[in-house]
C-alpha cells in the first residue's frame, strides 16, 4: 500500500516535471531507502544521477522561456508517462522484487508502471491545458509563475511521495482536483445541442 502510494504519487509528480521525481526516486536507491532489483539499480549509478540532474536544470529553465515551454509540453505527452510509468513501478519492485518467478509480482510491477504512466500523462494533460488558458488570456506572461509552482509542487510531492506517502496521496487527489477544476472553468464543456430535438 505504501509503495503503491509512492510510486503513484511520484508518477503525478511527473506530469508537473519528467525528470525531478525520477532525480527523487534515484537518489532514494542511492541513499538506500529504496532497494529495487539489480534490473533497476542502474538508476541510481553516478552518471544516471548526473544525467537526471542536468536534465531536470534544463527542464526547469526551458519551461519559462516562451516557445520552449510549449515545446516541452508536446515533448511531454511522450517523455511524462515514460517518467511516470517508472517511478511508479521502483517503490513497488523494491518490496516485492521484478523478473523472479514470483508471477504476482510481475504483475504488480507491469501494473504499477501502466498506471503511472497513465496518471503521469493525465496530470500533464491538465496541467497543459492550464498553461494553455494562461497563454490565452495574459499573452504568457503568467506562464512562468505557473511553472514556478510547477517546479515546486513536483519537488514537495517527490519528497513527500518518499517520506510521507499516504499523506502525499491526499494532497495529490486535492492537487488534481483544483487543476481539474480550473481546466473545466477555462474549458467548459459546449451546451448540448436541442437543435434536431422535437418541438
Request: proline residues 7%.
Amino acid at each position: 500500500m505504501m509503495a503503491l502510494a509512492a510510486g503513484f504519487t511520484l508518477a503525478a509528480c511527473c506530469g508537473l516535471r519528467a525528470f525531478l521525481p525520477a532525480l527523487a526516486a534515484a537518489i532514494a536507491v542511492r541513499i538506500g531507502w529504496l532497494t529495487p532489483p539489480v534490473e533497476m539499480a542502474w538508476i541510481a549509478s553516478t552518471p544516471s544521477l548526473v544525467a537526471l540532474s542536468a536534465a531536470v536544470v534544463l527542464e526547469m529553465a526551458a519551461d519559462k522561456i516562451p516557445l520552449l515551454d510549449h515545446a516541452l509540453d508536446t515533448a511531454g505527452v511522450v517523455l511524462r508517462p515514460v517518467a511516470g510509468g517508472l517511478v511508479a513501478a521502483l517503490p513497488v519492485v523494491s518490496i516485492t522484487g521484478w523478473l523472479g518467478e514470483d508471477q504476482r509480482a510481475l504483475l504488480m510491477g507491469a501494473g504499477a508502471m501502466a498506471g503511472g504512466g497513465a496518471l503521469g500523462l493525465g496530470v500533464h494533460i491538465l496541467r497543459a491545458k492550464v498553461r494553455l488558458a494562461s497563454t490565452l488570456i495574459t499573452g504568457g506572461l503568467a506562464n512562468p509563475i505557473l511553472s514556478l509552482i510547477d517546479d515546486l509542487m513536483a519537488l514537495a510531492g517527490s519528497i513527500l511521495a518518499l517520506l510521507a506517502p499516504l499523506v502525499a496521496v491526499l494532497l495529490l487527489a486535492a492537487g488534481i482536483a483544483l487543476l481539474w477544476r480550473a481546466a473545466a472553468g477555462v474549458f467548459p464543456a459546449p451546451p448540448p445541442d436541442h437543435s434536431g430535438s422535437m418541438r
